[in-house]
């Protein structure tokens, strides 16, 4: 009889539970599980990603809702052109102009279809404000090479036409405000130093360490570039949500972490990796924290490493979470 139970468990052992009983398994538990020699492992249900201030790549992940002043953009329209992305700029810096030459070329259309023009334009002894302007493609055409000074010399302006003498005037000056804006505009986005920073360096992790027997945060930073950053600062800020003695709750309350703005090691000479050390003492928010607290507590640290870029004279900013 004991080999006979002994048999019967080795084999209710092997089959394992009926198909009853996985039903009422959790849904984790019914999937199959990744075995090993010794044991069974549960797969643990993945984590929700921890949502940050501050990208890895230095963006900021906050996005400005329900604002009500939209006009305040359009008051800074340079500025707000810049910031736009590439392939709105791109579709404004194209719908400016072609806008722009539309626009000029009906007024040069215009002008021929009230002077008769576009009737009598080929009559002999007749003279039109525009030559060979007989058609709506013709004056935008026309329109393009006015704004542009291409001058293909086949459709010129005659002298017996003071409404186009200031039409061409005024079709010259906004041509040449727009021009100044647009490539302005074009050549400011180009010329941002955001991508320098892509080429600025730091640590993936922080560590905790004695230091000078002293308990310090330390990272690393430098730069790949062999055009180096001149009159380089960094600064760190800890963000974390706090309560104050009064109760009131601040949900991203920005704190500075001291690497050296006392006594001036913030300022760096960037032309090897540095190692950026903050000392834990009694001023420091990290003094009150326990390394059981650092794995509970939910706060980030944020590193801004500005200069100027030696090459471009641009000031650059490079930020790490």
């Known amino acids: 009889m004991a080999g006979d139970s002994r048999v019967l468990m080795d084999h209710n052992m092997e089959i394992g539970a009926t198909p009853a009983q996985v039903k009422k398994l959790p849904k984790h538990l019914r999937e199959p599980q990744i075995s090993t020699e010794r044991t069974h492992l549960i797969s643990e249900p993945l984590k929700k990603p921890r949502q940050r201030y501050v990208q890895k790549d230095g963006k900021c992940n906050v996005h400005h809702g329900n604002v009500q002043e939209t006009y305040r953009y359009l008051s800074d329209l340079f500025t707000t052109l810049v910031d736009l992305r590439w392939r709105f700029s791109l579709l404004i810096f194209t719908l400016v102009y072609v806008v722009n030459w539309l626009f000029f070329g009906f007024l040069w259309w215009l002008i021929a279809l009230i002077r008769g023009d576009l009737v009598h334009g080929d009559e002999e002894g007749w003279t039109p404000c525009v030559e060979n302007l007989n058609s709506f493609v013709s004056a935008f055409l026309f329109s393009i090479e006015t ?20 039409l061409l005037l005024v079709q010259a000056i906004l041509g040449s405000i727009v021009n100044a804006i647009m490539v302005g505009c074009m050549f400011v986005k180009i010329s941002q130093p955001k991508n320098r920073a892509e080429t600025l360096m730091f640590s993936n992790n922080a560590v905790i360490s004695v230091r000078d027997n002293k308990m310090c945060l330390m990272f690393r930073v430098g730069d790949l570039r062999n055009s180096h950053i001149v009159e380089a600062s960094i600064r760190a800020k800890l963000i974390r949500s706090q309560q104050t003695k009064e109760g009131e709750f601040i949900p991203l309350n920005q704190t500075d972490i001291n690497i050296g703005f006392d006594t001036g090691d913030d300022r760096l000479f960037l032309v090897s990796p540095l190692i950026i050390s903050h000392e834990i003492n009694e001023k420091s928010p990290f003094w009150e924290m326990s390394m059981a607290q650092m794995e509970k507590e939910e706060f980030e640290i944020v590193v801004i490493l500005e200069g100027m870029v030696e090459a471009t004279g641009k000031n650059n900013v490079g930020k790490q979470t």
Not at 147 to 166: A, F, H, K, S
């Open 147 to 166: 704004e542009t000074t291409i001058g293909y010399g086949y459709r010129v302006i005659t002298e017996r036409c003071p409404e186009g003498i200031v």
